[in-house]
């Protein structure tokens, strides 16, 4: 009984720590993003537009949206967000803030370093997705809303999607966030990144987390 309650404590650990590493490389790629100076994503170019004008951080913008948006999805549903939803509104707004504050991710000189780290900045971006979502612990605040209007509406998820993300574009471009190439790559490729992340992430996590539960079956198979 010890050995399996180990065991269960194992995969409960090893499932939320791939969806906080995920969350960690995501939030990595978004800082890249802003510190290129190329133009963010969508909802970054929002936080980063009420940041302009009306102070506290990016990573806080991220959480007070994420909040309502929570909030929106809830009444919506009739039904609490997972708690992993809540996490994720929570550590990425954080994540994003600790690492803006390390001195040597700043906005290099050259465009074509520029470049560089805007397109490392999306294929990380798209790796961080890949990783938290193969950990199954839940979708983020943007995604639950996506998810929730899909639901009541019984319109295609991409049509969902894009009309969130020009509403919150034209929001952020009204607040002065940063539109320019690196929004429009972004819009453009982190659908197909994702395509090709989340298959293999999904593949590692539940190979890993299968031998977890195998050493679970073995052993349950062996005290019988």
Known sequence: ???????????????????????????FGIVLMIRADLGSAPWDVFHIGLFYQIGLTIGTWSIIVGFFILMISSMITKKLPPLGAFLNMLMVGIFIDLYMMIPQLHTPDLFILKLIMLLIGVLVIGIGIGVYISSRCGAGPRDSLMIALTEVTGWKVQYIRLGMELVVLCLGWLLGGPIFIGTILFSLTIGSIVGLTLPACQRATDSLLDKIQHKKEKKVTFQI
């Open 1 to 27: 009984m010890q050995g399996e309650r180990s065991i269960d404590r194992r995969f409960f650990l090893t499932k939320w720590s791939i969806y906080f590493i995920g969350l960690l490389i995501m939030a």
